[in-house]
């Protein structure tokens, strides 16, 4: 029988409470302003599952009595830094966590406001689901449909449109209907597997974690049930091995060689016959290191080290494949990108891109248009790219990138630009193919 | 294709890979440990990340010189067994060099002095690179912080000029002066910690489970008695079966009641509290409601 390092851990010695309840993880992204209730659906996610502790909402109690109005204001439960709270703004992206005894959720909670689509990007590049949340009076706004298209683009599975505040429509089941028509009719142009629609008062409690009887005519499942029962990114295991390598593991005196990463897509098993790339060396996996020990085979998203039965030249930034399975290779790579940075993009500037486990030096060849999100529009003519605009480019590269679409690969497809004059990280790319 | 990994799985995943990242790219990193539950899974990240090579980084502690007895000798022996490097950063050499002044009074604290002894040490190891176990669950400022945490040429902490972070890449840029801290289990939360520690049979110091110890009470938390906290009038000391949920310093860490004397007692315990961990046991959170905000803009873990 193969030994796989999910089946060594929970049999570990005393692992006893880890192998009871074995959890999976999701993460997810919260879109939506202020006014929309995000805050407040957040503030009553971790309430009404239990996930707050009594310290916290006493401290939230205190809060919401000096501003005098009466209620418990779960919105002041996720706002992290003293300007945010004396602003009532929310500044940056704030990771939060709970648990129910199905699963174990990050919540990255991004802002709303335009101009802080560079938050909506961070939190979106790791989740699996994302939330975008609107005002039942509103319906979809500009700016539900800007966070809603990048969720899309930023390749996240699952988009539920959370319809809050059906209390103040007094609970219509024609309004809700509406939108969600709006919103499907909408993003169908997006490259997303899941739409789904849920109405819920997060003021309330509706649909939120208790099913509402405000809304019966709603037949479908509660946010949290959603939550629950949405498939999670951590079975990538699937797929071709992609393992980056971040580190050689060495111990001379025992003629120990490991080339250690964390496995991007797909299962290694010992005895694969694998490339190493650029080098283009083939070698035979001998040993498989895991977190539990040696294994016969490991998948992603683990961090493992492989023992290859060759001495090769293996450094970090080379990439570790299955023979017959290598990725996209170029110097030259056409990406949307997301420009973070404080100042504009230099026409042809040079820049330090980091994708997986190596960095090269890249010039920003050619805008071809910039992509105005709400509209899912391009616009043409470009010579640059300011903060939070994003673009479709080409970049040359100085060292050949060894990589998949991102659409295939959200690891080995994406990048970051660093500018180096001043270390910041001022772009943010999901490569649609080389040239 | 197998099964899909547990979320401790995942969490321990993007750990040792947080770690790993910092050893290829920084030049000169540390592993900040304090013989605390948080520091403990750090320290096992690393053998995970790195064994059977040695660590990359030493092993550093600020001495408060008002730390538990038992968690410097559990904190001395965990890192001989391991045979790695271990320099202590001494508060009281700070003190005695001038540094810092140590504040006076029965509710004097020396938790406020160690970010200087901190900031002192990594200057003159010239360390670019301190990882910590901080977690964003422990406090809500903490909750808006970075894996790579960017620290300028005073060690501050400006939270609106974080870098992006995205997917797994990370930016450990620094110039000569700046460093980076990195919190390799950001995401995990009390609960996880606790889970991971009972899964891997780690040994902790017997703070953590209930003991008999002679404390005393003040503003509705329980101290320990000791020669480094004056006791206020009124105070009685009486002898109480207690644990301790985090492991600071004597004169900011309380006890929590309890008779839970195994860990698998503790961490049913811990699944089935209503209070946070810094809410219940430290007093160096209740200053006000942005006191680790401010701490962490002056250079704080």
Not at chain 1, 282 to 295: E, H, I, M
Not at chain 2, 117 to 132: P, Q, V
Request: hydrophobic share 40%.
């Amino acid at each position: 029988m193969e030994t796989t390092a999910a089946a060594q851990t929970a049999a570990g010695a005393g692992a006893e409470a880890a192998a009871k309840a074995h959890p999976q993880l999701l993460r997810f992204a919260t879109a939506g302003s202020v006014d929309d209730g995000k805050s407040t659906l957040i503030g009553r996610l971790l309430y009404d599952a239990k996930s707050l502790h009594a310290d916290t909402i006493e401290q939230v109690e205190s809060a919401s009595r000096s501003r005098g109005d009466g209620t418990l204001d779960l919105a002041l439960l996720t706002d992290g830094l003293r300007a945010e709270r004396e602003q009532g703004i929310t500044i940056d992206v704030a990771y939060r966590h709970f648990a129910t005894p199905r699963r174990r959720f990050i919540i990255a909670d991004t802002p709303g406001h335009a101009q802080y689509t560079r938050n909506m990007v961070t939190g979106a590049s790791t989740a699996d689901l994302a939330i975008v949340l609107v005002d039942a009076r509103e319906g979809m706004l500009t700016q539900s449909r800007r966070h809603a298209a990048i969720a899309g683009l930023l390749g996240i599975p699952r988009i539920v449109l959370a319809v809050n505040k059906m209390d103040l429509v007094d609970w219509d089941g024609d309004v809700f209907r509406r939108i969600c028509g709006d919103f499907r009719g909408w993003a169908s142009r997006l490259d997303v597997e899941e739409l789904a629609c849920i109405p819920i008062s997060a003021l309330k409690g509706d649909n939120v974690v208790e099913r509402s009887a405000n809304l019966d005519w709603y037949g479908g499942p509660t946010l949290l049930q959603y939550l629950e029962e949405a498939p999670v990114a951590a079975g990538l295991s699937g797929g071709p091995m992609r393992l980056p390598v971040q580190w050689v593991v060495r111990a001379p005196e025992l003629e120990h060689r490991g080339y250690a990463g964390q496995l991007a897509s797909g299962t290694v098993h010992v005895g694969d016959e694998v490339v190493v790339l650029p080098a283009g060396t083939t070698s035979r996996v001998t040993a498989v290191d895991a977190p539990a020990g040696s294994v016969d085979a490991a998948g992603a998203p683990l961090s493992v080290a492989v023992r290859l039965a060759d001495e090769l030249d293996v450094a970090r930034g080379a990439l570790i494949c299955r023979a017959g399975e290598e990725p996209l290779s170029s110097r030259e790579v056409e990406a949307t990108l997301c420009w973070l940075g404080e100042a504009q993009s230099q026409p042809r500037g040079r820049y330090l891109l980091k994708h997986t486990t190596s960095t090269v030096r890249a010039v920003l060849d050619t805008i071809h248009h910039t992509l105005e999100v709400e509209k899912l529009t391009e616009r043409g003519g470009a010579e640059s790219l300011t903060r939070n605009e994003i673009g479709r480019v080409v970049l040359r590269t100085s060292d050949p990138l060894f990589f998949d679409r991102y659409v295939d690969n959200r690891t080995t497809g994406s990048f970051i630009l660093i500018d180096e004059a001043t270390n910041e990280t001022v772009g943010a790319g999901m490569i649609d193919g080389g040239r | 294709m197998l099964a899909v990994p547990s979320h401790l799985q995942v969490l321990e995943a993007e750990a040792i890979h947080v770690m790993r990242e910092v050893a290829a790219e920084l030049e000169t990193p540390v592993l900040l440990f304090s013989g605390g539950k948080d520091s403990i899974v750090l320290l096992r990240l690393a053998e995970k990340a790195f064994r059977p090579g040695p660590f990359p980084f030493p092993v550093m502690h600020i001495d408060t010189g008002h730390n538990f007895p038992e968690a410097i000798e559990f904190r001395d022996r965990r890192v001989e067994e391991l045979g790695e490097r271990l320099i202590v950063a001494s508060v009281q050499e700070s003190i005695d060099k001038g540094r810092v002044r140590e504040e006076t009074g029965p509710r004097a604290s020396r938790n406020r002095l160690q970010t200087v002894t901190l900031l002192d040490a990594i200057e003159a190891h010239g360390f670019d690179a301190a990882f910590g176990g901080a977690r964003r669950d422990e406090e809500r400022a903490r909750a808006k912080e970075r894996i790579f945490s960017f620290r300028d040429d005073f060690g501050q902490w400006d939270p609106r000029r974080q870098r992006a972070e995205l997917w797994s890449l990370y930016n450990g840029r620094v110039r000569r002066g700046e460093h980076v801290r990195v919190f390799p289990i950001s995401n995990w939360t009390e609960l996880d910690v606790w889970e991971y520690i009972l899964g891997e049979g780690l040994e902790v110091p017997p703070l953590y489970t209930a003991h008999e110890r002679e404390v005393f009470e003040r503003d509705g938390m329980l101290y320990a008695v000791s020669d480094f906290m004056e006791r206020l009038e009124g105070e009685e000391p009486f002898t109480e079966s207690v644990r301790y949920r985090t492991v600071g310093d004597m004169s900011c860490t309380g006890a929590v009641r309890s008779t839970a004397a195994t860990l698998e007692a503790v961490v049913a315990e811990i699944a089935a509290t209503r209070v946070t961990e810094r809410g219940e046991t430290r007093a160096d959170d209740r200053v006000s409601e942005a006191a680790m905000e401010d701490r962490k803009r002056e250079g704080y873990f």
